[in-house]
């Protein structure tokens, strides 16, 4: 059975035997769902059995504590990667990709965590296959307000939800577009809109809706809370660090650069020092807001 589905204008399908449990999980794809949409960038496929692999590791293991683990093989001119829900579990599936990224065989190791599984291979299909599309998967919660979107971005753990939770008690006029992956998309005539997308970690958040970008912000805590405006090196390591793709591998490092570069010639980015209370959302609503 097919399922086809529309994220950022960038369509998809999943092909899950009939009876499948998995069938059952979808909930969160539902809002994307998009039966008419053209030919997929990418087919995830679930299987029963891979053939056999020759697999050679180029990437992996150095995830942040507590979160997904990826180990990414090369396998002859493909691809396969393994994901681990963290460090010390084992894997609970495995993905046979083509070169391209545009056909997945996923085998689900673990039932119990199956939609696990189809999720990671999804986002890590996604975020290879639309590289070089000026589209960046990123790790980061979105706050929409006066009909743009602003981005928190920080590593697990430090404050990216609970700036949103202050915005959304503190700021009037404020809702949550997505937890923990929206899309950032460069459009052709060179500005910028965030996605909501099927992937949002912990928190149920699953909207299909884009805005136009208002800013990246990077969270930093301090027991102080002011902003700063980041510099152009800055801005890229920001944006660098938060974005997925495998920048190891030339030719997906280069088409990623170039949308760096793209994006952050008309998106600003600043450093917010901020403890966790209503003075950090108001003194970056402040500047965000600002006429």
């Known amino acids: ?37 053209g030919n997929p960038v990418f087919t995830v496929e679930v299987v029963k059995e891979l053939p056999q692999l020759t697999l050679t590791q180029v990437y992996g293991g150095n995830e942040e504590p507590g979160q997904p683990v990826i180990i990414l093989y090369r396998n002859g001119s493909g691809w396969a990667f393994d994901m681990h829900p963290m460090a010390g579990y084992p894997a609970s599936g495995r993905v046979v990709a083509d070169s391209a990224f545009t056909q997945a ?5 673990d039932p119990s965590q199956a939609l696990f599984a189809l999720n990671n291979a999804a986002m890590l299909m996604f975020a290879f296959r639309t590289a070089g599309t000026g589209t960046l998967e990123m790790h980061a919660s979105v706050i929409v307000n006066d009909g743009r979107a602003f981005l928190w971005l920080a590593r697990s ?4 939800s609970t700036h949103s939770r202050l915005w959304l ?20 005539d060179g500005s910028v809109e965030v996605y909501g997308s099927p992937w949002s970690g912990k928190t149920p958040c699953y909207k299909n809706e884009h805005y136009p970008a208002g800013a990246f912000v990077h969270i930093v805590r ?42 952050l010639s008309v998106t600003p980015c600043y450093d917010l020092y901020c403890r966790p209370d209503e003075e950090a959302a108001r003194v970056c609503s402040a500047k965000l807001l600002e006429p």
């Open 222 to 263: 301090s027991p102080e809370n002011h902003m700063e405006k980041l510099g152009v090196l800055e801005s890229y390591a920001l944006i660098y660090s938060s974005s997925s793709g495998f920048k190891t591998d030339p030719e997906m490092a280069d088409k990623l650069h170039s949308t760096f570069e793209r994006i």
């Open 169 to 188: 008690e503190h700021v009037p006029g404020s809702r949550l577009l997505n937890d923990d992956n929206p899309v950032v998309r460069l459009n052709p």
């Open 157 to 160: 753990g430090t404050g990216k």
């Open 1 to 37: 059975m097919t399922k086809t589905y529309t994220v950022a204008g960038h369509s998809f399908r999943f092909a899950i035997p009939r009876g499948n449990a998995l069938l059952e999980q979808l909930g969160q794809y539902a809002p994307f769902e998009s039966p008419k949409a």
């Open 105 to 109: 065989r996923l085998k689900v190791l």
